[in-house]
């Protein structure tokens, strides 16, 4: 059977596609047939009449994935706002029908599929306000949660596992990006872990020379070899015997 994950983030901006790039490139490298899908993107970039994801060249890039981005990445819109609001400017249409279609297609032709949300749970995906929480839904996918490491982590974390659980969403773990080592971080990483009770998949350190925007992947597929994403890791159940959570 596919094993299918959505990339959810607590927000934009948190390393879904730097995540996304470095899974793919694991599958690939260890043979699994593996696919990436971000059904939408915004904020590509126009040239000689195509647009042009940097999601979807990224992880083109670091993972030697061989697929038609218009399959792999059917709704691209140049401006970099929410897909309710770049549908709306760009008079394109988001059909989430075709998106559940694609989806299926691609799970029943890959064994791995990695698929890319936009931002977090509760962005409107289209006009009519059809919300990414209800596409997690349609999908029947559970999720990894990407998430920062900084100040805010805790909250922002929280209220999106809090969220998915009310929702019937599974998070399966939590993926802490850009880590770079501070008291700070480490008390963020394990007190979201607590308090959400959910593992650390893994931790990614903030990588010299990274920048998405200009397919520069620094040292990412070696940090990435590092960690065995097949094997998630169990962390002990953090509630005591009153169900509380001591922190
Ligand atoms: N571990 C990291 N080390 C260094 N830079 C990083 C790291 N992770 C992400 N970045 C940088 O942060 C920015 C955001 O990362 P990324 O594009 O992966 O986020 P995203 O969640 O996919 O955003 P979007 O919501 O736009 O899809 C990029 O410029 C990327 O290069
Ligand atoms: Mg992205």
Redesign the pocket.
């Known amino acids: 059977m596919t094993k299918a994950i959505f ?1 959810l ?1 607590t ?11 470095g899974l793919m490139y694991q599958f690939l490298q260890k043979g699994h047939n593996a696919c990436y899908f ?1 059904p939408i ?3 590509a970039i126009e040239k000689e009449g195509e647009l042009f994801s ?2 979807l060249s ?1 992880v083109k890039k670091v993972s030697g994935l061989d697929e038609e981005d218009d399959r792999i990445n059917p709704f691209r819109y140049k401006t ?1 706002v929410s897909p309710h609001l770049a549908a709306r400017m760009e008079k394109k249409k988001v059909d989430i029908p075709a998106i559940v279609e694609t989806y299926k297609q691609l799970k029943a032709q890959y064994d791995v599929l990695i698929v ?4 977090g749970l509760a962005v409107p995906l289209t006009e009519e306000g059809y919300m990414q929480y209800e596409l997690i839904k349609e999908l029947d996918i559970s999720c990894f949660l ?1 998430t920062k490491t900084t100040l805010g982590t805790i909250n922002h974390s929280y209220l999106t596992c809090k969220m998915a659980e009310q929702l019937g969403i599974k998070i399966e773990g939590l993926i802490f ?3 770079r080592g501070s008291f700070l971080e480490n008390d963020n990483i394990k007190t979201v872990s607590k308090i959400t009770q959910l593992p650390v998949l893994a931790v ?11 397919l ?1 992947a ?1 040292n ?1 597929k070696e ?1 990435f070899t590092q960690f065995n994403f097949m094997k998630i890791q169990e962390i002990e159940d953090p509630r005591d015997s009153t169900g509380r959570i001591e922190i």
């Open positions: 990339i983030g927000d934009t901006d948190v390393g879904k596609t730097v995540i996304s790039a971000k993107s915004s904020g940097y999601d990224f970099a890319e949300g936009c931002g990407v990006n850009n880590y990614i350190p903030a990588i010299e020379a990274l920048q998405v925007e200009n520069e620094g990412l940090v």
